[in-house]
């Protein structure tokens, strides 16, 4: 309490994202833990900004890191490129491989840092701690798809650019809105699958790393990652009923590469479509899986199904 004659000091401003979670005097408990829409919304966007915190930061941390990331899969990248020349392949093909290329980097992160990190988080005795916070568990999906977005991005734009220059591969688009479309399309699907994979995962237990081996080499071959996926026949066109990489890529590669012709596959339009479908289904059936691991743990004590 202030002196007599002593004026108190103004109290210093807050932010005004901050002032939701000021500390208010309320009549009861229950009344302190009734939060208003707008309290909600910023709590979650705290969770989002901070579970995607330690991804885009990762990528200062440790500069080496960049080099790696980007040579390696250029390297990869190029091998592909080296055989469609010596086949003569059509000047495409190349551009087939470059795409190919830089969406990889994306996969990976929606396989490795998105459908086993709860999974991992579970093992080291953060799930818990996700799960007991005031917060939507969705929101450490988005925020964990939002840093994977920025880091996989880093490692596209370098292998695109750098393959682009060096093998000289020249793009022919005339739908340029509808290429960025597909793109963003292809992103929101990939990570929705992300999302819906990291809540089976937990509840599948340690079939989660096979199950990400699996959906590595294998994946990369039915999505036709360095070739047309029409070429496949009826695996190729399950691969783009099913894997939005595969639906994503033959989209952007017809948008980008206009002159080859039919390849056996829908049109983009129509892709993108299935793109959108897949967005809304993968969120929406991550968004209750989550919720059936909460019911579960509130009522059987575990967040996994038996005998894992």
Same mark, same amino acid.
């Given at each position: 309490?202030?002196?007599? @004659?002593?004026?108190?000091?103004?109290?210093?401003?807050?932010? &005004?994202?901050?002032?939701?979670?000021?500390?208010?005097?309320?009549?009861?408990?229950?009344?302190?833990?009734?939060?208003?829409?707008?309290?909600?919304? !910023?709590?979650?966007?705290?969770?989002?900004?901070? %579970?995607?915190?330690? %991804?885009?930061?990762?990528?200062?941390?440790?500069?080496?890191?960049?080099?790696?990331?980007?040579l390696l899969p250029f390297l990869t990248t190029s091998s592909f490129v080296f055989v469609y020349r010596a086949l003569d392949a059509p000047a495409a093909y190349i551009g087939f491989v470059v795409i190919g290329g830089a969406m990889t980097a994306f996969w990976l992160n929606v396989v490795w840092m998105m459908a086993a990190q709860l999974y991992w988080e579970k093992d080291q005795g953060n799930l818990e701690l996700y799960f007991a916070a005031p917060m939507?568990?969705?929101?450490?999906?988005?925020?964990?798809?939002?840093?994977?977005?920025?880091?996989?991005?880093?490692?596209?734009?370098?292998?695109?650019?750098?393959?682009?220059?060096?093998?000289?591969?020249?793009?022919?688009?005339?739908?340029? !809105?509808?290429?960025?479309?597909?793109?963003?399309?292809?992103?929101? !699907?990939?990570?929705?699958?992300?999302?819906?994979?990291?809540?089976?995962?937990?509840?599948? @237990?340690?079939?989660?790393?096979?199950?990400?081996?699996?959906?590595?080499?294998?994946?990369?071959?039915?999505?036709?990652?360095?070739?047309?996926? @029409?070429?496949?026949?009826?695996?190729?066109?399950? !691969?783009?009923?099913?894997?939005?990489?595969?639906?994503?890529?033959?989209?952007?590669?017809?948008?980008?590469?206009?002159?080859?012709? &039919?390849?056996?596959? &829908?049109?983009?339009?129509?892709?993108?479509?299935?793109?959108?479908?897949?967005?809304?289904?993968?969120?929406?059936?991550? %968004?209750?899986?989550?919720?059936?691991? =909460?019911?579960?743990?509130?009522? =059987?004590?575990?967040?996994?199904?038996?005998?894992?």
């Amino acid at each position: 309490m202030a002196a007599p @004659g002593i004026a108190r000091p103004d109290p210093a401003p807050v932010a &005004p994202l901050r002032l939701a979670f000021v500390g208010r005097p309320t009549a009861s408990p229950q009344e302190a833990a009734n939060w208003t829409p707008r309290q909600v919304m !910023a709590n979650n966007l705290r969770s989002v900004v901070g %579970r995607a915190y330690p %991804r885009v930061r990762g990528l200062t941390r440790e500069p080496s890191w960049l080099l790696f990331q980007m040579l390696l899969p250029f390297l990869t990248t190029s091998s592909f490129v080296f055989v469609y020349r010596a086949l003569d392949a059509p000047a495409a093909y190349i551009g087939f491989v470059v795409i190919g290329g830089a969406m990889t980097a994306f996969w990976l992160n929606v396989v490795w840092m998105m459908a086993a990190q709860l999974y991992w988080e579970k093992d080291q005795g953060n799930l818990e701690l996700y799960f007991a916070a005031p917060m939507n568990v969705m929101s450490v999906l988005f925020g964990m798809a939002v840093g994977g977005l920025v880091m996989s991005s880093t490692r596209a734009v370098a292998i695109l650019f750098i393959a682009t220059v060096v093998y000289g591969v020249s793009f022919s688009i005339s739908q340029w !809105a509808l290429l960025i479309a597909v793109f963003i399309l292809t992103l929101a !699907a990939l990570y929705g699958f992300g999302m819906m994979l990291a809540s089976l995962f937990v509840m599948w @237990g340690r079939e989660a790393f096979h199950l990400t081996q699996l959906m590595t080499e294998p994946v990369y071959f039915v999505s036709g990652l360095n070739f047309p996926v @029409g070429r496949l026949g009826f695996i190729g066109a399950l !691969a783009i009923a099913l894997i939005p990489l595969a639906v994503g890529l033959d989209a952007m590669r017809q948008l980008a590469f206009v002159s080859t012709g &039919p390849t056996g596959t &829908p049109a983009p339009w129509i892709e993108s479509l299935i793109l959108v479908v897949m967005t809304v289904f993968f969120i929406g059936l991550a %968004r209750w899986l989550l919720h059936s691991m =909460e019911e579960r743990a509130r009522r =059987e004590g575990r967040l996994t199904v038996r005998w894992r």
